[in-house]
């Protein structure tokens, strides 16, 4: 298992026999975040359906839900390419194995802030089934 380290001024990640400087990293991490929270995102017409108890009253809403449900999914099928590019392009820049290698790493992906983050987000780190820690890339 390779270990990875920050240097003194926190400029270069060090993986392994790899340097990564924070900016190319920071990079990658944000189009990556950027791409996963738009298809992340929770669809308000499901959520309220299923809280509907009325069936009668949940008709005229049901529809103008369905109604904004597809925009917001209009929305999200217009900017998933562009983010999906910049992902790309962060990831081509010598980074692409690299940063694989280190998405594979439990010390990498098991760290307190992207746990948090993840389960604050209702993924897979909000139950307690343990996948995430014993996860195949």
């Known amino acids: 298992m390779k270990s990875f ?3 003194e001024n926190y400029e270069v990640l060090i993986y392994g026999l790899n340097c990564i400087s924070q ?3 920071a990079d990658v991490l944000l189009a990556e975040r950027a791409l996963r929270e738009l298809t992340w995102q929770p669809c308000p ?5 299923k809280a509907q108890s009325n ?3 949940a008709i005229e809403s049901t529809r103008a839900q369905l109604e904004k449900a597809n925009q917001q999914l209009k929305n999200a099928q217009l900017q998933y390419p562009r983010k999906e590019y910049a992902l790309y392009r962060a990831e081509r820049r010598g980074l692409k194995e690299v940063y694989d290698s280190l998405r594979r790493d439990p010390k990498w992906f098991m760290r307190e802030e992207l ?6 987000r209702g993924g ?4 307690d089934c343990g996948c995430c820690a014993q996860r195949h890339l």
Do not use: G, M, N, P
């Not at 746990?115 to 604050?120: G, L």
């Not at 897979?124 to 139950?127: A, L, W």
């Open 5 to 7: 380290y920050l240097t």
């Open 23 to 25: 900016r190319k990293l």
């Open 45 to 49: 017409f499901i959520e309220s359906y």
């Open 55 to 57: 069936k009668a009253t």
């Open 115 to 120: 746990v948090q983050d993840c389960s604050d």
């Open 124 to 127: 897979c780190c909000s139950r």
